[in-house]
């Protein structure tokens, strides 16, 4: 296939369609018609000997070619998008852009909301998304576009992904206020002794805090694991379990309950958090933008309030 001989908004075109699943969506995100779309599909499938997607109900799905195409399609459009904001520049006041930042259910409950609040005082047009993240395509997903940007713990990477450290917390309990064995302090011997609730995704496995505990020879009994920090919060406030968690994540899921949050009796680790992006961002305005409102978002806000 001769580029020169292509359309390339073809491909513009084409990535819409994928990423909205047909071509009314397509159209609307385009602002073009549906004819429009319609037959900028037909040219691309000509073009490439292969009908890209075919129908399913109302959604429209892609063949095995086009799956094949959509990873360097994005890859090639953003590399566009990076080399004209370069020329253009950013101007976050009249900027018209949507960012998606991946992340886990604990690091949104404590970053989204700043996060929000400052994107809409320094950029009104600008919206921003919590996209959920799988951690095994973290690096196809910042190469591709899927996500602008991440915030997660720190994670073993290609070289082709940036990393920036933005906080260290050490860990916490957190249990009901009246609890019989937790009063401002509890002591190993009773922290042991204790039912405990984790956030996590996986369905069993040690966290961090077992690690610690296990190289003095202690275990805790962990008796339920819960994928949301509001749903182990609430569990805590309604029973005896208690929660061991960085102390960032706590004082923010805390606002809505009355807890204790109290210092763990053992040397825990510390749970550190970082921004992610990838190398062809690096030099993006737009995404060099929004990676200092990440930055000056964690440095300014009150981790102990809402």
Known sequence: MNISRTD??????????????????????????????????????????????????????PTPLAQKMIGPTREALKLFETTLGELDGFDPKTAEMHFAIGMRSLMENSFFLPLVMLLKSEAPKVTVSSSPMDRRRIDGDLSAGEINAAIDVFLPLSPDIRREHLISTPSVVVARRGHPLVNGEVSLEDYLSLDHIIVTSRSQGMGPEDVALSRDGDARRIVARVQQINTAMRAVAASDMVLTMAEVFAHRANVWFDNQIVPVPFEA???????????????????????????TCVAETDWTGP
């Open 269 to 295: 680790p510390r749970v550190d958090a970082y921004l992610y992006w990838h190398s062809n961002a690096d030099a993006d305005p737009a995404n060099k933008w929004l990676r200092n409102m990440v930055k």
């Open 8 to 61: 390339l908004n073809l491909f513009v075109v084409f990535e819409a369609i994928y990423s909205q699943g047909g071509v009314t969506r397509a159209a609307e995100t385009l602002h073009l018609t549906q004819p429009t779309i319609s037959h900028a599909l037909g040219r691309l499938r000509e073009r490439v000997g292969d009908p890209l997607f075919v129908r399913h109900g109302q959604r429209l799905v």
